[in-house]
């Protein structure tokens, strides 16, 4: 580990007015659940255009909740690691005001995360596909479960290819985006927009941004600061310093 690059990075937290992070499925690696892009990455063994889009559903419901609820399972048995615990911690200590995600598996709420913004939903949540019915479950779904209001199809409150991310939680992302002085970027590709383009947001308006991520991503040549290796344990390290 670099300790002049981790210092660095520790001295503009300290110094930030408004620290924000931004998150992707590398924070939750160290847990045990797979990316997307990476090496064993779900879109490398799994077809998004069969999986995860609207007419993808339409098609083969039952495929499309087989799938969910197989990562459902997969999530049920997993723990947020010291990544998603630093992040909270930072919260609790009013270092970190915000903190967006690009992840479905809850796990930054689960180590006490609060103010978070889900950008791309919410994996235990369900909505009907005609009415405005929603529910929330607790362990993985079976079959395809059917609306009690209207008994349509529900399918995951998540964000399929080619949909528009939830308007009232982009309304924030982008309030806090204009707030913040400086952006942590944690274990994400930067490939997906608009999400990849919210730290360079930052940037047009002076903010300081941060990486964190096992390689060089797309964003990496215009970050402040590049820490390379794993959010497990270089978080936690910068955490040492920001006593
Ligand atoms: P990706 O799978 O595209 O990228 C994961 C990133 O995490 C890569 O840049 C890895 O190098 C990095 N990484 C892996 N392990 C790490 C570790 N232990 N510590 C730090 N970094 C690590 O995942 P996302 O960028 O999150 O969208 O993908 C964005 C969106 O694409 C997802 O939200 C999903 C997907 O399609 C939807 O489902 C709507
Ligand atoms: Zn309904």
């Known amino acids: 580990m670099n300790e ?8 503009i937290i300290m110094n930030s007015e408004y620290f924000i992070a931004l998150t992707g499925a590398g924070v939750s690696k160290e847990s045990n659940i797979p990316t997307f892009r990476g090496e064993d990455g779900l879109w490398r063994n799994y077809d998004a255009m069969e999986l995860a889009t609207p007419s993808a559903f339409a098609r083969n419901p039952s495929l499309v909740w ?3 609820a197989w990562r ?8 947020p690691n010291p990544a998603h615990k630093t992040l909270s911690s930072w919260e609790n200590r009013g270092i970190l ?4 995600t690009q992840n479905v ?7 006490g995360s609060v103010n978070v913004l889900e950008v791309h939903g919410d994996l235990w ?3 009907c596909t005609s009415c405005d019915y929603r529910e929330r479950l607790s362990s993985p779904v079976s079959g395809i479960p059917t609306c009690p209001k209207c008994n349509s199809h529900l399918r995951p409150d998540v964000v399929w290819f080619g949909e528009s991310l939830n308007p009232q939680i982009m309304r924030k992302v982008y309030s806090e985006l204009e707030l913040a002085d400086v952006c942590i970027v944690i274990g994400t590709s930067a490939l997906v927009q608009p999400a990849a383009s919210f730290p360079l947001i930052v940037r047009q308006h002076g903010g300081r941004i941060i990486e964190i991520n096992i390689e060089k991503t797309i964003i990496s040549s215009v970050v402040d600061v590049h820490i390379s290796g794993k959010a497990g344990e270089i978080l936690p390290a910068l955490n040492e310093l920001l006593q």
């Open 72 to 79: 459902q399972g997969l999530i049920g048995n997993c723990e």
């Open 97 to 100: 005001k915000t903190l967006i």
């Open 66 to 68: 087989e799938w969910y």
């Open 105 to 111: 598996d809850g796990l930054h709420i689960r180590a």
């Open 4 to 11: 002049v690059i981790l210092k660095e990075a520790a001295d």
């Open 125 to 127: 949540a369900l909505k």
